[in-house]
């Protein structure tokens, strides 16, 4: 595999970085390799694995290339971090896409670097097929997300608490790894200079029509974009059930795509509250607490900018300050758009919050799977309602069924549409497959214990998530009862 790097960002910001190379490990092998990106990124779809394997774990480098550490600092469940950086990780450098694009090219558990902070600058299997199956459900359910290209097993035994476990290097691609993060880093270390250029960075990448805008405006309406894309993004998440679980100002990324799959997990029975990750003791990384992370995450991009949005100090926080204070009335209108698309409703009419909103009540109070519910939306409209009605707690519940008769009153105001055509439309926009927790886990242990089929069975099932097919009905149902309560860690 002959990989064509370059290093705009480590030639661009060296104060952003460490120059870094990876471990030589005792037994590189490539695990997976994902043929359908690398066609995307203009690389070549089975590679050779002996040289793939070299190449992915960091061990060996193209010649000319210069991979790096990245800084960042970040807000850990509320904590300011001022020094965070890749402790296991590297960019390689951005690779050019057919169209043209930038790629980061991406390395994660390939050595411990100056940013390490004590920890072992590895990681095992596990984990990071984890992150290559969610990231490959979640760009099938057509969510914004960083990619896995391959995962390679280093040879190591790592320990973990528990066991030892498979050493493994994760290749992820990304618009890039530009993070709020990153621009505390740069302000908090180096100040509004470098904030500066980040800026003018991170817009030449993801906005590049802004660098015509006078430098006022490019600022303002570069952090409008960002601002955009994540509130876009988190209305995504919800609509199919995502909880990131770490939503640290580190893990929320300048281009709107999700990033670091840890402690995540898609929620079953609709609840606002759900939490799966073992450290969020105080759920603010709720299933329902998304909204206001976010908008807490951008405030802190927005205080980095300040210089940038006005040499004045004072009309520039008088600006940002009203931008964040609309973040939930426009996060709001996102979020109904995108709850009206899952309902079939094409038009706005008053009362439609009222009807989204009491059917995610309903939801709840019946305890009905995410996906299921909304799928499920279909075969009400071609006229049964006993599927949708049995995945509630009461099968006879009066209010799922007063919502049913309210729901079916606003779609008579909507365009004619025959019934059958609706429902395809209705299953085009909700899925009814993704990756059930219980099968996840199911799916990482046997690949641990060296069986990788039912991780590709599950991975082919989670690729195509709007088609039912009959032979994947196990892969559509929730966990069983004696699965118990999932929990997660952030699978270092
Ligand atoms: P994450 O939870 O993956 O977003 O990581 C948070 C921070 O911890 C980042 O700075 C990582 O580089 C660092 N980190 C996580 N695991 C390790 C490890 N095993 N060795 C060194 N650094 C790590
Ligand atoms: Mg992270």
Redo the contacts with the bound molecule.
């Keep these: 595999m002959n990989l064509d790097l370059q290093h705009h960002f480590a030639q661009a910001l060296p104060e952003l970085h460490i120059p870094w190379r990876g471990l030589n490990f005792p037994e590189p092998a490539l695990v997976i390799y994902n043929d359908h990106l690398a066609d995307e990124l203009g690389l070549p779809e089975r590679p050779d694995p002996m040289i793939t394997a070299r190449l992915l774990s960091g061990m060996e480098t193209p010649p000319a290339a210069q991979p790096v550490a990245q800084a ?1 600092a ?1 807000h ?1 469940f509320g904590q300011f971090v001022p020094r ?6 590297l960019l390689l450098g951005e690779l050019a896409t057919p169209t043209g694009e930038l790629k980061d090219l991406h390395l ?2 390939s050595g ?2 100056p ?9 095992v299997l596990g984990p990071m097929l984890r992150e290559y199956l969610m990231g490959e459900a979640m760009h099938a359910l057509g969510i914004p997300t960083t990619r896995a290209l391959a995962v390679v097993l280093t040879g190591e035994r790592v320990f973990r608490p528990g066991a030892y476990q498979p050493g493994a290097v994760l290749a992820r691609i990304a618009a890039s790894h530009i993070r709020v993060g990153t621009f505390q880093y740069a302000a908090v270390h180096h100040g509004p200079e470098l904030v500066g250029r980040v800026a003018e960075f991170t817009i030449g990448r993801h906005d590049p029509d802004l660098l015509e805008q006078p430098e006022k405006d490019r600022y303002r309406q570069f952090f409008q974009r960002v601002v955009e894309r994540q509130l876009r993004l988190i209305s995504q998440w919800m609509a199919v059930g995502f909880v990131h679980g ?1 939503m ?1 100002s ?2 929320t990324t300048l281009s709107g795509e999700t990033i ?1 799959y ?1 402690p995540c997990a898609f929620m079953e029975a609709h609840h606002p509250q759900t939490v799966f990750s073992s450290i969020d003791h105080q759920g603010r990384y709720a299933y329902g607490n998304q909204p206001r992370i976010i908008q807490w995450n951008l405030a802190r991009l927005a205080e980095t900018l300040l210089p940038l949005f006005d040499a004045d100090s004072e009309a520039a926080h008088q600006w940002a300050e009203e931008q964040v204070a609309t973040i939930p009335q426009r996060f709001q209108a996102r979020w109904q758009e995108t709850l009206r698309a899952k309902l079939g409703l094409r038009t706005l009419q008053a009362r439609d919050e009222q009807l989204t909103q009491e059917f995610l009540e309903v939801c709840t109070q019946e305890a009905m799977d995410h996906t299921l519910a909304f799928r499920r939306l279909a075969d009400a409209v071609a006229g049964d309602d006993t599927v949708l009605l049995g995945l509630a707690r009461d099968p006879r519940s009066p209010a799922l069924t007063a919502w049913l008769r309210r729901w079916r009153q606003r779609l008579d105001k909507e365009p004619t549409m025959p019934p059958k055509e609706r429902a395809a439309v209705l299953r085009r926009i909700n899925p009814a497959y993704i990756p059930r927790n219980h099968l996840v886990e199911a799916a990482l242990e046997a690949a641990t214990a060296g069986d990788l089929q039912p991780f590709q069975r599950l991975l082919a099932v989670v690729r195509a998530p709007f088609e039912e097919r009959e032979a994947d009905a196990e892969y559509l149902q929730p966990a069983p009862e004696d699965f118990g309560p999932y929990r997660t860690t ?3």
């Design positions: 960042y970040g850990q965070l950086g890749d402790g296991r990780a994660k558990g411990p670097t940013f390490a902070r004590g920890g072992d600058g590895r990681a770490v640290n580190d893990n670091d840890g952030c699978g270092t």
